[in-house]
């Protein structure tokens, strides 16, 4: 098991789930954002976008749109079971539900499906098999970090995912199928259904300030002890962890498991971003 590297204690409730108001929720509910934590909150926005780090690791650089012109639309798969989706999915509890609904409001649209990693190396529940993923979408982007796909994007969909998030902080649209932590605060575009009690309007430095610098703590890798967010990012952006082998032995099972899922089912030649 990894080692958390960030922390949240909630008395209200978890961040993810939407019948109740989190301490999360409270604070965009209520706070009033000095200047001075708001500059912070810029500054480490564009730190992490500067060093392209996301939480699922440091981006590799630039890709091109294979769609060509075609608006391009990602869509980020999550694990099925997961708390945010079963709390704050609303009525999709699939990654194939939430693809066909993307494709009904996105007709024309360049998809590309990013399936979440530990659902595609086999330890999480979500799995499509890729030539029903491409009857939907048009592309399958697996070994691509996602802030690169991100970046290439014209609309970011999501359930409730935390690439919502991502995509945000990088100034790209974003659709919410589900009701995520970061909807109904005027940032998103959102078709799920949001409680009526989130009717503040929030600047994207203000929903910084809040999700990353007070409802969280944070723990150095290095030390061990506790340290602002601004340390834990130039620990990533270096390449430090102390979870290295781990990663490295569940990518080598997730792979070996999701051969024997391949060789189990036809060959499909549909278009994959590698």
Avoid at 16 to 25: F, I, K, N, R, T
Avoid at 67 to 75: A, I, Q, S
Avoid at 135 to 157: F, G, K, M, Q
């Amino acid at each position: 098991m990894r080692a958390p590297l960030s922390i949240v204690v909630d008395p209200n409730g978890a961040h993810y789930d939407p019948a109740q108001e989190s301490g999360l929720e409270k604070l965009l509910t209520t706070q009033d954002f000095t200047p001075e934590i708001l500059d912070r909150a810029r500054r480490l926005r564009e730190l992490i976008v500067a060093r392209g780090i996301s939480k699922y690791g440091v981006s590799a650089g630039a890709i091109v749109r294979e769609g060509g012109d075609r608006r391009h639309v990602l869509v980020t798969g999550q694990v099925e079971d997961d708390q945010s989706v079963i709390k704050g999915g609303g009525k999709i509890t699939s990654n194939l539900d939430l693809l066909r609904r993307v494709r009904a409001v996105e007709p024309d649209a360049f998809i590309i499906y990013r399936p979440h990693p530990d659902v595609d190396a086999g330890h999480r529940k979500g799995y499509i098999k890729d030539d029903v993923v491409l009857s939907v979408a048009d592309s399958i982007a697996r070994e691509v970090a996602i802030t690169s796909l991100i970046d290439i994007a014209d609309d970011v969909h999501v359930l409730t995912s935390l690439a919502g998030f991502e995509a945000l902080m990088r100034g790209k649209s974003v659709t919410t199928h589900g009701v995520p932590f970061y909807a109904g605060w005027g940032l998103t575009n959102d078709l799920g259904p949001v409680p009526a009690r989130r009717q503040r309007g929030r600047s994207l430095d203000e929903l910084v300030a809040a999700t990353l610098l007070l409802y969280p703590r944070y723990l150095d890798p290095v030390t061990g002890l506790p340290c602002p967010p601004e340390v834990l990012i130039e620990r990533l952006s270096s390449g430090v962890s102390k979870n290295g082998p781990l990663v490295f032995a569940r990518r080598i099972l997730g792979s070996l498991m999701r051969r024997g899922r391949n060789l189990s089912s036809q060959h499909n030649p549909g278009q994959q971003i590698r």
